[in-house]
């Protein structure tokens, strides 16, 4: 529990859950979606097997509205980053994700390490 003095400084947070690992946070003047997972219910065949989504997101990425950045955990599934997702993230001002997604996804995003503020 942190200090009386400590807490005046806190920053609400509003969480909207979209479906899946998809939400919208907003805190501190910004707005922040994670894991963008927008399409329809589909198949998605892979090589080894075929993934079915049997649910829509509570709404289409295109009413989501602007995003100071995408919260991305990994690019390598398409229950956390699906295919109106990846288009989703040409729309975001930043993308924060892992060295390896910034590689799968491609050069449209800059890399930056931890310790580097993005600009």
Not at 71 to 80: A, C, K, R, V
């Amino acid at each position: 529990m942190l200090p009386l003095s400590q807490k005046a400084h806190m920053a609400t947070a509003q969480f909207m859950l979209l479906g899946g690992p998809t939400a919208v946070i907003e805190v501190g003047g910004y707005r922040l979606l994670t894991d963008p997972t927008f399409d329809p219910p589909s198949d998605y065949e892979l090589s080894y097997t075929r993934l079915r989504k049997f649910g829509r997101p509570a709404v289409d990425g295109d009413q989501i509205g602007p995003v100071d950045a995408v919260l991305l955990s990994h690019d390598q599934h398409f229950d956390n980053l699906d295919r109106a997702g990846r288009a989703f993230l040409r729309r975001a001002a930043r993308v924060l994700t892992t060295v390896a997604g910034g590689r799968d996804l491609g050069p449209t995003l800059r890399v930056w390490r931890r310790g580097q503020q993005p600009r």
